[in-house]
């Protein structure tokens, strides 16, 4: 069956540091993939996403690559903000409707 | 107001009594999911709907029942509830053709 396998966290960054958070995926076929951003209290809400291999999903300064021959999506921001403190899941939709997600990745940005 | 939305958001309850987690959507989306989130395992599917009237099993749908006779609701019973089901539950809907999902705020349902 498909799986996600995410970045193990927490991360605490400073603010204005690089950001990676590392997922990769086991999926049969050519499965869509996601990051969803999750505030604190809230629900999930969708960052970026990506629908085929070497398509760069791009948002609110993140972005990812959907990496076929690596099964990869990375997601990355170049200067972080305490504003973007936050749990990250990966996620991925092959040929059933429903998500499967990585177990989340929590971000703490440090001023 | 358009969107999903799930009440209640918060819910206790003890240990052998049925609960129902509501979900509604303004969107008319075909497909609706349940999932359980608990910590160190992200999101797990419990049922979801393809269409009124039409559900299927996810990944850890034991102790729940789901119905759809609308196409804008989707309601989560835990027949009888149990301490293991102690958790934030969410609702998603995703349009026909559309790969994404979008999720309601959340139930925080804690089982005494």
């Known amino acids: 069956g498909n799986s996600v396998t995410q970045m193990e966290g927490p991360v605490t960054l400073s603010e204005e540091a690089f950001l990676t958070i590392n997922c990769t995926y086991t999926a049969t076929g050519y499965p869509s993939l996601f990051w969803y951003v999750q505030y604190p209290g809230e629900g999930l809400q969708l960052l970026l996403k990506a629908t085929k291999a070497d398509d760069k999903g791009s948002n609110k300064g993140f972005e990812a690559t959907y990496r076929k021959e690596t099964t990869s999506f990375h997601l990355e921001k170049g200067s972080v903000q305490v504003s973007d403190s936050a749990v990250y899941f990966c996620?991925?939709?092959?040929?059933?409707?429903?998500?499967?997600f990585g177990s989340g990745t929590q971000l703490t940005v440090l001023p | 107001d358009a969107g999903i939305t799930q009440s209640p958001r918060y819910k206790i309850t003890e240990t052998g009594r049925q609960v129902t987690l509501m979900c509604h959507q303004t969107w008319s989306h075909s497909y609706m999911f349940w999932y359980r989130q608990d910590l160190g395992h992200g999101l797990r599917l419990i049922y979801y709907?393809?269409?009124?009237?039409?559900?299927d099993k996810g990944e850890v749908p034991d102790g729940y029942v789901v119905s759809r006779s609308k196409t804008e609701n989707f309601p989560l019973t835990l027949e009888s509830a149990t301490r293991s089901q102690t958790s934030v539950y969410f609702c998603?809907?995703?349009?026909?053709?559309?790969?994404?999902?979008?999720f309601g705020q959340g139930t925080r349902l804690t089982v005494v």
């Open positions: 998603a809907s995703s349009e026909e053709g559309k790969a994404e999902a979008f």
């Open positions: 709907s393809a269409a009124a009237d039409i559900t």
């Open positions: 996620a991925l939709r092959g040929s059933a409707r429903q998500l499967t």
